[in-house]
């Protein structure tokens, strides 16, 4: 779905390029969560993907990236549009218009989607990411997860085949935070919607991704299953990701030799793991 | 923020009318009432007026609105009132003095004028408190042809501007908390002590800027031809509101060419 190869990017006016040598694929259908220090190119990487990079900004590009067999930088601004849907950071500066319905129209009415297949298409994709009961809300009294989930709608109702957000939760309390999360679960699994989430919040990743990408310095550091990643403490300490507690707590189990298997990465698989190891010891 | 005209919803007929049709109806009521001399012709369409804002249930918003209009109009009055020579005397402000003399034509055609303007200025906020502004704007786009970045960009200015006074309220208490001093009755001081308040907010307003416009890009703005969510057609109810509004300016016309 997602193509990268040997991806160089560098802003206009900066010396150092914010993207080096990046190669990623991702398939259609996955879940990939990507994680790292500020500064560590993860937002240029997501407008890398979404094709404003290089459309609207300038700099030095390099390689290709190809994202539902579009190549970013020579589609045209309509059939990315189509194939990616991006949802940013701050839920206040993307909504434009004052009501819920005509956020969700106005991407419908720049491609040029006739009314009647317009009505339905804002209805579908209120319902995906289930706020049908807020169509007619003003848009300016929204909570912070719910701005997050019009903005995901409104771009879903361009039946995207990615989702690409850049940290969508970083403005939202621990509720809304899960609540776009949830959101983007259903996306996935019910609507084979490939979801690239940037995020802070490991704890939020491990819970709801497959796969996990690291990136640090413009450069992606690791890449792969996320418990693979998260077992490897000195990787995630080095590069200053605060790794959650289930994970501090199994690192703590593992050092004691305690426990050698699968990696957990929720309070459930954790507290399964906790109890296997007690066992023989309250049986005696 | 609490705007002073905003939109109040409902579902009234009034509310329910298309926006073309309500902005002919304040061009109506003013053509009417600047045909007619007759004070009780323009007093009937300001109780129309009312009785608009009434069905619509915004007679309760109206009330500051229509205070201040009748404040206005009472001032205007007092000072149109003397000089006014045609007519008998009817009193003077000061009879002992017999100075200040005010006559029967001198008051019919003040009330004349303040009733005017009653009725021409009470219009708008209705007009407003109605109709979503970005109704009135879609229907200027379809219908009069506005093109679609100017309404576009019509639509982000207000919306942003609640924004831009929340942002300027943290800036400004940001920059409080750290002792700076923004209480002054000089307006050339005040003006030096927005300079400091103000660059933090256009760097944060271009900043949100910037984003929006990424966040619009991506939707596909821009990429040729686009369609129309909102329905801007005109109803039976809106044809014959403005058959009856073009009945009255029509009297209105004759009754002027026959006086």
Redesign the interface.
Known sequence: MIEIHDLTFTYSGSGSPALENINLRVAGGEFVGISGPAGAGKTTLALCINGVIPHFMDGSFHGTVIVDGYDTASAGCKELACSVGSVFQDPESQIVFSTVEEEIAFGLENLNIPRKEMVSRIDESLKMVGISHLKRCSTSHLSGGQKQRVAIASAIALKPKVLILDEPTSELDPQGSMEVFKTLENLNSNHNITVVVIEQKIQLLSEFCQRLVIMDKGKIMMDGPVKSILSNREVLNFLGIDSFPVAKLMHLIRDKGLYDGEFPVNIDEAFDIISYILKPKILH | MSAFVEYIPGNSIFHRLNPITKILWTFSVMIVCFLTENPLAVLSVFIVNLVIAATGNIIRQMYPILRGLLVFCTILSLCQVFFIKEGTVVLYALPWFRLGPVTDRGIRLCVLISLRMLSTASTVPILLMTT???DIITAMTEKLRLPYKYS?ML??AL?FI??FIDEMNQVMQAQMSRGYNSDTKNPFRKFLIIIPLAIPLLITSIQ??R?????????????????????CSMGNADYIAIIIMASFVLAGIAAALIT
Do not use: H, N, Q
């Open positions: 979503p502004m970005s576009l639509t982000i919306k609640p924004s949100k800027s984003l929006l416009a990424i966040s619009m890009e991506v939707r596909g703005f821009g990429s040729g031809k686009r369609s129309c969510y909102k329905d």
